[in-house]
T-cell receptor, first 111, second 112 residues
């Protein structure tokens, strides 16, 4: 099966700085890569996703890049704000069937 | 608002007891999933169902069973609970073409 590794497990940045979270996957057939944000005590919610036919996708302050050859994808958050503090999960899926999640990154944005 | 709900939200039980966690959704989605979340391990898939007649094992199905009673309802059972099944359990739904997974609020299960 697929194996998704996520790094770092914790990340602390100053407000206004950028944050980057990286994930690697093992199954070259995976073709859909979502990112979820989970605030403390809340349910995970999708923040951005990318499909394997696209190398980069942006939505305001967040962006995701995908390198299919190297089998890794990354989440970039620019101009971080305290409300960005949360746990972020990457995931990989083949044709939107089973989803394999990374172990999560706890992002702390210091005011 | 269309939503995904889970009951109970918290449950404490003893080793050996049978437990059922329930998930209901009003999103009209065909696909439903059960995950467990443990610190440092992310979300791991237990079972998933693409329609009422379809049930599939996920990564960690041992010790669990499911029932898809209707399009809107998907239940997870622990036949004989053990302490290492203590975790936060999430139900999720999705549907093509968007395929975004919508999660329920979670059930915190403690097995003593």
């Amino acid at each position: 099966g697929e194996n998704v590794e996520q790094h770092p497990s914790t990340l602390s940045v100053q407000e206004g700085d950028s944050a980057v979270i990286k994930c690697t996957y093992s199954d070259s057939a995976s073709n859909y890569f979502p990112w979820y944000k989970q605030e403390l005590g809340k349910r995970p919610q999708l923040i951005i996703d990318i499909r394997s036919n696209v190398g980069e996708k942006k939505d305001q302050r967040i962006a995701v890049t995908l390198n299919k050859t190297a089998k890794h994808f990354s989440l970039h958050i620019t101009e971080t704000q305290p409300e960005d503090s949360a746990v972020y999960f990457c995931a990989a899926s083949y044709n939107f069937n089973k989803f394999y999640f990374g172990s999560g990154t706890k992002l702390n944005v210091k005011p | 608002d269309a939503d995904v709900t889970q009951t109970p939200r918290n449950r404490i039980t003893k080793t050996g007891k049978r437990i059922m966690l329930e998930c209901s959704q009003t999103k009209g989605h065909d696909r439903m999933y059960w995950y467990r979340q443990d610190p440092g391990l992310g979300l791991r898939l237990i079972y998933y169902s693409f329609d009422v007649k379809d049930i599939n094992k996920g990564e960690i199905s041992d010790g669990y069973s499911v029932s898809r009673q209707a399009q809107a309802k998907f239940s997870l059972s622990l036949e004989s609970a053990i302490p290492n099944q203590t975790a936060l359990y999430f139900c999720a739904t999705s549907d093509p073409p968007a395929n975004e997974q919508f999660f329920g609020p979670g059930t915190r299960l403690t097995v003593l």
